[in-house]
């Protein structure tokens, strides 16, 4: 198969386009990249509701099997002990459990189901308190269907770790510079030197939540990487190629976000396969972390119906979502689906149990409530009948695999549209930015808008909600906070702060402090003065 770098497929020539439009409006006397001028105040209305009806039913049609197991290399032990749940489905909404000393922020959305936000204090008067990377120490010139463009920042998905260890607050996050930077919460200063890497580095950055100081991630040069931060300069561990495995599709970019749990590596690639990995993660005499990585299971995240009913690009860019023992993905063929990983331990390969077809790219992460309900944002590229027809916002029972759909909403106002962010819980409420910039709040249980506002698209960045705070951020490089503490009423703004580009990133929030990057080349940290 040619490599894609010598094709231009529409989807590769369409984002081009959106980043162009980023890049213009960068250099325009006009804020933000929307084509109306930004919102003076903030207007709400409930999204014309009536005229964008929720979708109760949506009837699907399975393929015969939906089970697919991929090449696998599971060792099997007998002594193992029986399979238990690797994820506690009450942990939703919480903080990733840890060992070992190191507590924060550590993956995108905080948890396995991607629904922790942060930790506060919520700043109340926020100010800069520190900026990294002025000038071009964040840009680099990258290759995108054979046209070199400049990439600067931080991009999609983008959140920084924000952790203690080694009684020091440590910021850590990947960069178009291209490279894994290493920062004192405190000052924004190095505390090591930075990781350079062969190609930007877009995703969010998962720090080991057992204590042991590796943080992983993926870039676009075709590696994911474990690197250890224990000693005086960081080192590189251990690279997965994305050729690794056979077969593949689309490409060899690392953009969705790994977790990590009980010494197991979870993650998809662009190669389109689901990736898992024994880490043997231990210490050496003389203390230093060390790795010893063996790829015990992958399997294609496509299967021929997809093929069929999509194209070629089946990549897999959300991050993996775990509750109890099912493991979650979606990939940008639409396809949605989960994976029993719950005698992994035992040896028992993993087998997939639910498969749902969005009709069109689904790269935002899949978000799972309290009751075990999946929340799915799509975005509309392709426009093909089925996902005009659904919608761009779907809630699923994963109990009725047959029949899944519990409503679906059409959120579009143009094509492209939909969701590139991943959606945010809180209470009874679902809070979803779109690319063109309206913000919802979606009553959970029904589907309907509750309120909506405009901001400057497009928006890409997740909103999170810590301590009844909702913090968004847009494309104009405003970070809104809204105090949302009685959901059934349009909520009260708290304040807005403005940097100087389009925001992409979603923004960590621990204990004061907000840190976030934009599409200029800086990271900005921001808390009350001082």
């Not at 998962?206 to 990487?225: H, M, V």
Request: hydrophobic share 40%; glycine share 10%.
């Amino acid at each position: 198969m040619s490599s894609w770098r010598q094709r231009v497929p529409w989807r590769v020539l369409r984002r081009i386009a959106l980043c162009s439009l980023i890049g213009l409006c960068w250099f325009s006397t006009v804020p933000g990249c929307s084509s109306e001028p930004p919102p003076t105040a903030d207007r709400f209305d409930n999204g014309d509701a009536a005229a964008a009806p929720v979708v109760t039913t949506a009837p699907l049609v399975l393929p015969a099997e939906i089970s697919q197991a991929g090449e696998h290399s599971v060792p099997v032990d007998a002594s193992a002990p029986l399979p238990i749940e690797w994820v506690d489905p009450q942990s939703v909404g919480q903080n990733t459990p840890t060992r070992g000393g190191i507590e924060g922020l550590l993956t995108f959305r905080g948890n396995p189901t991607r629904t922790f936000y942060g930790q506060g204090p919520v700043p109340q008067n926020p100010v800069e308190q520190w900026r990294f990377g002025m000038g071009e120490e964040l840009c680099s010139w990258s290759s995108v269907g054979g046209e070199e463009t400049k990439w600067c920042g931080t991009g999609w998905t983008g959140q920084p770790a924000l952790f203690d260890y080694d009684d020091r607050r440590w910021v850590v996050f990947g960069s178009y510079a291209p490279a894994l930077h290493f920062l004192d919460a405190a000052t924004g200063e190095r505390m090591l030197a930075d990781v350079p890497v062969g190609d930007l580095i877009k995703g969010s950055v998962t720090i080991d939540p057992d204590g042991f100081p590796l943080a992983y991630f993926g870039s676009r040069d075709g590696f994911f990487r474990v690197v250890a931060f224990d000693g005086a300069n960081a080192r590189e561990l251990w690279q997965l190629s994305a050729q690794e495995v056979t077969e593949t599709r689309w490409n060899d970019d690392w953009d969705g976000t790994a977790l990590v749990i009980d010494d197991h590596l979870f993650v998809g690639g662009e190669n389109s396969n689901l990736h898992i990995v024994k880490l043997n993660r231990s210490f050496d005499g003389s203390g230093a972390v060390q790795v010893a990585p063996e790829l015990i299971f992958h399997a294609p995240g496509w299967d021929d119906q997809l093929l069929i009913d999509a194209d070629e690009n089946v990549s897999i860019e959300t991050a993996i979502t775990i509750v109890g023992n099912s493991l979650w993905f979606a990939n940008s063929g639409g396809l949605v689906q989960a994976w029993d990983i719950g005698g992994l331990r035992a040896g028992i390969e993993p087998e997939r149990i639910f498969r749902f077809w969005t009709g069109d790219d689904t790269d935002a992460s899949i978000v799972i409530d309290d009751e075990g309900f999946a929340y799915v944002g799509v975005e509309l590229e392709r426009a093909l009948t089925r996902a005009v027809e659904l919608g761009q916002l779907i809630k699923l029972d994963p109990s009725r695999p047959n029949d899944p759909v519990v409503w679906s909403r059409d959120l579009h106002t143009r094509v492209p549209d939909g969701i590139w962010a991943t959606p945010a819980i809180h209470r009874d409420v679902l809070y979803v930015p779109t690319n063109e910039g309206y913000l919802h709040a979606i009553d959970r249980s029904t589907g309907a808008t509750r309120w909506r506002t405009k901001l400057q698209g497009p928006v890409w960045s997740s909103p999170v909600v810590v301590d009844d705070v909702l913090i968004q951020a847009d494309c104009a490089g405003n970070i809104h906070a809204w105090d949302v503490a009685d959901t059934t009423i349009d909520p009260v703004k708290m304040w807005q702060i403005t940097l100087p580009w389009c925001i992409e990133s979603t923004p960590a929030v621990w204990d004061g402090q907000i840190v976030v990057g934009h599409r200029r080349g800086e990271i900005w940290s921001i808390g009350d003065p001082k």
